[in-house]
C-alpha cells in the first residue's frame, strides 16, 4: 500500500511558523515528484508548492513565496514544509502528494497542479489565529 502521512500541524498565531511533514510508507519519496495543497473552508484545494525528485527544482504559489519552503530528508523518507511569516489567510487543510515523474518535462515547473498527483495524504489541519 502506498501512504503519506502528514503531521506538525495545529494552530497558530499570525506571524508565528509551523512545520509540516510528509512521510511515506511502501515507497521511497525520493524518486518521486512531491507537491503540497491546501484547501480552506468552503473552497477549492489549491497548489502551493512542489519539488522534484532528489530534491530539485521546487516551485511556490505566489501567495506563499517568499515565506514558506519545501524540502527533502531522504534518509527519513520525508519532505517537510516549513511556513514562516503565516497569515489567517493561511489557514486550511494542508495535503501533501506524490507522483512519479516523467523524463521530461518536469513535473514541478510551475504551482501544482491537483490532476497530476495520484498518492495523497489525507490531510492536517493548520489554524492561524490570534
Known amino acids: 500500500q502506498l501512504r503519506l502521512v502528514e503531521s506538525g500541524g495545529g494552530l497558530v498565531q499570525p506571524g508565528g511558523s509551523l512545520r509540516l511533514s510528509c512521510t511515506a510508507s511502501g515507497f521511497t519519496l525520493a524518486y518521486y515528484t512531491i507537491a503540497w495543497f491546501r484547501q480552506a473552508p468552503g473552497k477549492d484545494r489549491e497548489g502551493v508548492s512542489c519539488?522534484?525528485?532528489?530534491?530539485?527544482?521546487?516551485n511556490y504559489a505566489d501567495s506563499v513565496k517568499g515565506r514558506f519552503t519545501v524540502s527533502r530528508d531522504n534518509i527519513k523518507n520525508t519532505v517537510t514544509l516549513q511556513m514562516n511569516s503565516l497569515k489567517p489567510e493561511d489557514t486550511a487543510v494542508y495535503y501533501c502528494a506524490a507522483v512519479q515523474p516523467t523524463p521530461y518535462p518536469p513535473i514541478c515547473a510551475g504551482v501544482p497542479i491537483e490532476g497530476r498527483y495520484h498518492i495523497w495524504g489525507q490531510g492536517i489541519r493548520v489554524t492561524v489565529s490570534s
Open positions: 519539488i522534484q525528485q532528489w530534491s530539485g527544482m521546487s
